[in-house]
């Protein structure tokens, strides 16, 4: 079967000045992933990759380009999840780490735990000698744009193999700890071979009071659709609790979907040569992929 | 309708020095929630009054008791969860709090946020004038028995209203800024008018990966009664994670179900004027309450 892959760059209401960087973004991490993909790489592997692009282009409100809080510092959440074994790592209030999705990789692979916080993930991230970078490096001047939100990938490999990666500074101003949808288990994201992968994005505390990514899999395991599991969700978290987000979702058998009830998600999926994105609602544009 | 509560005190192997004080304490936990019920009060304070009287009872592994992590520190995790609105509060990894399961309330109802971490809990804390405790107060010579676990509270009140709280020190030894199941919404806890509340304890990790208070009430959406459901996922962590546990849940009509995979489980559940309690498999006493 074919390897697939399906990043997001955030739901949102993205000013028209932010919009272009935020495709081409989401396009570029979704070639990265599936470049892990076609080199033999797991669908672990390959959501680790994307997300870490996105980490590291300063348009998301990941890694490099992270909102401040309210004490003018840089928290960072990230989780990442396996759905062979439904093993996870998550790190939460994690500081001056520059792709915090592998940090909560090594979470996963080296210790008996499954979330670090704060303090804590610091101090693991200086005992496996990962590099820290100042605040000041991961603050850019798209910090002031009210536009960007988490950022997220799921992927299916040619072993049917899911998985799924999630990756924020929050949101702007946010209390100091302040943790959000993102790093939880269920919520912000969940992988399970059984069902599939999701990465959820949006209006966090709505996210976590439906876990989202939990509900729109339960859907799946009732027999729907990607796309109808994810819209009724995404419309029940909107009725029950008033919030909006968006999905990205992926099956094992490598059907896929990316839905949102926000006004913009930006999003890209590579499926066999195709390059798929979007922006606007109902948006499906593809391009071939050079061989 | 008539108003239950039902707490647990944790799923473990307990020596039996511990058992009869760890049964005692769940019973007059019980009690508490139970008058408040009687009081008029809602399903949240019943809840909220049942887990401060385990946080307050050195015997069990929440508030005073706690376990020492790998720095010697306390750090404590919990959360509430009302059913009505789906809002919840949490806080994680807190330090010197007698009562994290208050902390969590006042995080729901004051905040904009769901999770609080650490440092920034702490702050908040602060903030609105919560006194605070010396960790020597919070540990107790219960702390060197390998014994006890999460605590835990749900209700349901006589306007059909769920509700559920729990708290926990974590594990022993574990690395500094670890966050379990407990104040994970999905996974230790979670409340909803529309099909029950569930408070889990047992092998944190575990009840994460399969986010156990939602497959809980998923089977219960499903049509199943609070026993089966709870029996079938616990089965099911047991053969997809290798991990045990426990739950208590209650449903908005009144019924109620305490179930565990573990050797022990400490619990006790006030329904009408009848204490229900137990520790062993299978074993269900009651005692006539007084009026």
């Known amino acids: 079967m074919s390897a697939v892959v399906v990043v997001h760059g955030g739901a949102c209401a993205m000013p028209e000045d932010l919009a272009?960087?935020?495709v081409d973004g989401v396009k570029a991490a979704a070639r990265q992933g599936s470049s892990v993909l076609?080199?033999?790489?797991?669908?672990?592997?390959?959501?680790?990759a994307a997300v870490r692009a996105m980490e590291d282009n300063p348009v998301f409100n990941a890694?490099?380009?992270?909102?401040?809080?309210?004490?003018?510092?840089?928290?960072?959440?990230?989780?990442?999840?396996?759905?062979?074994?439904?093993?996870?790592g998550a790190v939460a209030a994690v500081k001056n780490i520059a792709n915090?999705?592998?940090?909560?990789?090594?979470?996963?692979?080296?210790?008996?735990?499954?979330?670090?916080?704060?303090r804590g993930a610091n101090l693991f991230a200086e005992s496996i000698g990962m590099a820290t970078v100042p605040t000041d490096e991961l603050v850019t001047e798209y910090e002031r744009k009210e536009?960007?939100?988490?950022?997220?990938?799921?992927?299916?490999?040619s072993d049917g193999n899911v998985a799924c990666a999630t990756s924020t500074g929050g949101i702007r101003n946010k209390m100091v700890g302040r943790v959000g949808d993102c790093p939880i288990i269920?919520?912000?994201?969940?992988?399970?071979?059984?069902?599939?992968?999701?990465?959820?994005?949006?209006?966090?505390?709505?996210?976590?009071?439906?876990?989202?990514?939990?509900?729109?899999?339960?859907?799946?395991?009732q027999g729907k659709s990607l796309a109808d599991s994810s819209q009724l969700s995404l419309q029940y978290m909107g009725e029950r609790v008033h919030g909006a987000g968006g999905a990205i979702v992926v099956s094992p058998s490598g059907q896929w979907a990316a839905t949102f009830s926000t006004e913009r998600m930006s999003w890209a999926a590579v499926d066999q040569d195709v390059l798929w994105y979007g922006l606007?609602?109902?948006?499906?544009?593809?391009?071939?992929?050079?061989q």
Chains 1, 2 share one sequence.
């Open 100 to 118: 915090p999705v592998s940090l909560a990789r090594t979470v996963m692979e080296k210790t008996s735990h499954v979330i670090l916080t704060g």
């Open 280 to 290: 606007d609602p109902k948006e499906k544009l593809n391009e071939k992929l050079g």
């Open 20 to 22: 272009k960087a935020s």
């Open 63 to 88: 890694g490099h380009g992270a909102v401040l809080n309210a004490d003018g510092e840089v928290e960072l959440d990230s989780i990442i999840m396996d759905g062979r074994t439904l093993a996870s």
């Open 147 to 157: 536009a960007h939100d988490t950022v997220g990938a799921v992927a299916v490999d």
């Open 186 to 221: 269920g919520s912000g994201a969940y992988a399970d071979n059984l069902s599939g992968a999701v990465s959820c994005t949006g209006h966090g505390e709505s996210i976590l009071k439906v876990t989202l990514a939990r509900l729109i899999l339960s859907h799946v395991e």
């Open 38 to 48: 076609k080199g033999g790489g797991s669908a672990l592997d390959a959501v680790e």
